[in-house]
């Protein structure tokens, strides 16, 4: 496990944004891009949203080396009972993952829908505790996604719930460029 300090972290603590609100990945896309503006490296990987354009590939692109974005999975929708297809990306992006987040490399790993992966069974809880009990000390850990296991909230530093109260969605308003992709 790395130790050595990079930019401006003594020590890096474990954020959670879970919760069935809007709002988790937004979260922790607006801490990766402040971090990057005080010259932070930061990497975020996002599973179950691949090969999608979303305004922050974009923004990240234009900020230039501080901070990558990087999703990871098919476009397909994953399922409850995953296709071999996403275990095996799914266990590929976690060897990267756990790469970064050790590595002492960043700052800032935001692991996006990391939660959604435990649950749906892509990568197993177990593997999940070791990568924070193995974080380079001075890595800030986010992971996002609904349904967090009790024991990364045990583990976590901070736990953010976004509970939805009202939603455009279920009065028909589709996604919109700019907002929500």
Known sequence: MATEQVRGLKK???QIYTGNGKGKTTASLGLAFRAAGHDFRVYVMQFMKGQTVYGE???ARRLGSNITIEQ???KAFVAREPDPQDLEMAREAFARARALVTSGDYDLVVLDEMNCV????????EEVKMLIRDKALHTELV???RNVHPDIIEMADLVTE????KHYYNAGQAARRGIES
């Open 72 to 74: 990871v999975g098919r």
């Open 12 to 14: 890096g603590l474990v």
């Open 118 to 125: 435990v649950d749906y069974g892509l990568i197993p809880l």
């Open 162 to 165: 976004m509970r939805e109260i």
């Open 57 to 59: 590939l974009e923004a």
């Open 143 to 145: 992971m996002t996604g």
